[in-house]
């Protein structure tokens, strides 16, 4: 799909993108990071734009999350976690640094509805699950449940790609576990 120049065209721009945002980056700063010459750039790409949606294109570069993605088997808290693993694995403090980097003007129009999938696709998943499991549940708010829930997991990836450990000690093992137990004891019929 892409030649070896190009890959590394398309590395160095989002690691800039991660690193000093989108509107920050230059096309110097790309052929450096790149070890190529600036025209090289121009010779492979029509300018950053290009660079960026060719690179979303590519799973490094795009959490490529689908609902084939998530295998309930009818467990609520046992399939709670594994939603919360398979989303983690996919939206990584890598991928979120990626997605802040690119919600520039310049780029908004271009990049706003692939980086908007990965949330919608979650949350469809989550309010077809809850409809599925709801005779185990107290409330029917699948919505709002299932925005609170993708906001318990995006919250963490959000803040440990802020912060790091700065923040918290929790691995994301035991956060996803802790979360998970105390979501289903409010959302579960007694």
Known sequence: MFDETQMKIIHA?????????????????IAYQAGIN???????FQGKKDIVL???QLK???PDLQESSF????ELEKDLISFSEVYMSKVTPRMVKVSIGLRTPELYQDTAEGILKIPQTFKKVLINYFKNMKN????NDYESMAMMFLSVNFGFVFLDASFGK???QLEK???????VRIFVDGIVKK
């Open 13 to 29: 721009m989002m690691n800039l993108v991660m690193e000093k945002g989108y509107s920050s980056t230059t096309t110097k700063d």
């Open 38 to 44: 600036e025209c090289t750039i121009f010779r492979k």
């Open 54 to 56: 060719s690179a979303m």
């Open 60 to 62: 490094e570069w795009n």
């Open 71 to 74: 295998e309930p088997i009818g």
């Open 136 to 139: 185990e549940l107290v409330y």
């Open 166 to 168: 700065r923040l918290t």
């Open 173 to 179: 093992s035991e956060y996803i576990k802790n979360s």
